[in-house]
């Protein structure tokens, strides 16, 4: 019965915003300033663990391929690793610790001390002027993010290669670019993208959840926490499928 | 002006407001006076159309807020301003930004033409100078005045007041009393003030209305008010007597 008060609670929200997507266009430099305070604020992170994720892969492609593949896969084996999957999820699974948490802490906050009640007695509607900006700005933030991200990975990969393995660099190049397939890239982005849906949602739905005090907030940054990481395995698995098997 | 027709209001078993009935004239300050817990902020939030009530009618201008289509409530709501309990201003936006956001979202006016009307909002409630400030660098009594001046940016026909007192100094409390009668008179608004502070009723209100128990039981003037026979305004004004020795 909670379960299903919380799928009918989420659908109304997601219905809310979606009503509200034909105005997207007033609030552009909002959804600007929100896509440069998310960025900014999660690339150090992103670069620095998909940089040692590239790292580590790239040591255990050589390692577990040891006497059996020319070391010109190694590239080949961080790219593809990267690109059809870590890629993505760590970007994701990232950003639905860190953004998650921050917008449901920052409605929340604005929830619990009238501010989104201030602004709808200023006859200005919340969900216009503060849910949909963030939840467009995670969906354009994470590609980007993973984009970034991937390029990261490959770099990490390649300073492993040319330092710990001893590979020369354009064995490693040659093997990113090696049997490289488009829509891979894309299904990456697409699901990178989904992944920014669901961080933006999520951590906006779980903001107006709040109510009360101190407390709440914090209980309800922590559920949208665990909430987005869910979904985000989840969704990697449905669009990794579809992507693969249909397109 | 007005009108609160039978309003009925439960949370979960809490019945809150059980048949409110109450008129507030325009053009004056109407004080809605009551214990803590009592229902009286619950009742300014269904005037301003934040709650819906389980039954019953609030007409503003004639219209029936409590079955007024999304867009008629917007635009009921820009004639309405409120000043929250906690000033409720935008943390991330300086207190400039916070008394023109209503304008900047619907207005679309230019940054100069905003920055002037801030100027002008927070001079009358004795702010000025302070445009650049965070909320967070303001004592309680400048929130409350900036706040005051979000709402009077908006130029409204009504002022709802939720707790304008609580939490401040006496001295600044009174000052914020002394703000709002001015700020009536001068403007000429249609004001609610929610509130337990008798020495905030007394120096401000025009019409007083006392909710106890879900529904209103007095209603009139301070005159009145100080002569009723209600038991629990007995109470209230021994208890006053009592703190002002």
């Known amino acids: ?247 | 002006m007005i009108e609160v027709k039978d309003l009925h209001k439960s949370f979960g078993d809490n019945h809150v407001l059980r048949g409110v009935n109450l008129i507030i004239p325009e053009k004056k300050i109407t004080v809605i006076l009551g214990r803590s817990g009592v229902g009286k902020s619950v009742l300014l939030k269904h005037i301003i159309g934040l709650l819906k009530p389980d039954s019953g009618n609030i007409f503003i201008d004639g219209i029936d807020i409590t079955r007024a289509s999304s867009k008629q409530l917007w635009n009921i709501r820009r004639k309405m301003a409120m000043v929250f309990q906690g000033s409720a201003l935008l943390d991330s936006s300086p207190v400039w930004e916070n008394v023109t956001l209503a304008l900047r979202v619907h207005d679309h006016l230019p940054e100069e033409n905003l920055r002037r009307i801030a100027r002008d909002k927070l001079t009358l409630v004795e702010m000025a100078g302070s445009e650049e400030l965070m909320p967070s660098e303001l004592s309680g009594g400048m929130k409350k005045r900036v706040a005051i001046a979000r709402a009077l940016a908006m130029e409204p026909k009504y002022l709802l007041f939720d707790e304008p007192t609580t939490g401040l100094d006496p001295l600044t409390a009174q000052k914020i009393n002394e703000l709002i009668k001015e700020l009536q008179k001068t403007l000429g608004l249609t004001a609610i003030i929610v509130t337990h502070d008798l020495q905030c009723t007394f120096t401000v209100a025009d019409k007083i209305a006392m909710l106890a128990e879900g529904k209103i039981i007095f209603e009139g003037d301070i005159e009145e008010f100080k002569t009723s026979n209600i038991p629990l305004i007995k109470q209230y004004l021994a208890t006053f007597s009592i703190t002002r020795g």
């Not at chain 1, 020319?70 to 590239?75: A, N, S």
């Not at chain 1, 639905?96 to 989104?116: R, Y």
């Not at chain 1, 909430?227 to 989840?234: K, T």
């Open chain 1, 1 to 247: 019965m909670k379960a299903l008060s919380y799928v009918g609670e989420l659908t109304l929200f997601i219905w809310e915003v979606l009503k509200r997507l034909p105005r997207v266009f007033s609030v552009i430099p909002s959804i600007i300033s929100e896509v440069w305070k998310l960025g900014v604020g999660s690339l150090s992170i992103i670069l620095i663990t998909l940089f040692f994720g590239g790292f580590a892969t790239a040591y255990q492609a050589a390692f577990q391929g040891r006497g059996y593949f020319p070391e010109v896969y190694i590239g080949m084996a961080v790219a593809k690793a990267f690109l059809i999957m870590l890629g993505p999820l760590l970007t994701g699974l990232l950003l639905a610790g860190k953004v998650t948490s921050a917008l449901a802490a920052e409605i929340g906050s604005m929830k619990v001390t009238e501010q989104i009640d201030a602004l709808e007695t200023l006859a200005i509607d919340p969900y216009h002027y503060i849910i949909l900006p963030r939840i467009m700005a995670t969906l354009i933030a994470t590609p980007i993010l993973t984009m970034v991200g991937e390029v990261s990975a490959m770099i990490g990969g390649g300073v492993c290669a040319a330092t710990l393995l001893h590979i020369k660099l354009i064995n490693y190049i040659e093997g990113l670019r090696f049997n490289f397939l488009p829509i891979e890239f894309a299904g990456s982005l697409v699901k990178s993208a989904v992944f920014g849906v669901i961080i933006g949602i999520i951590g906006t739905f779980y903001g107006m959840k709040a109510m009360g005090g101190a407390e709440s907030v914090g209980k309800c940054a922590t559920q949208s926490v665990v909430a987005a990481s869910v979904l985000v395995l989840l969704f990697d698995n449905v669009v990794g499928v579809l992507m693969f098997n249909y397109l």
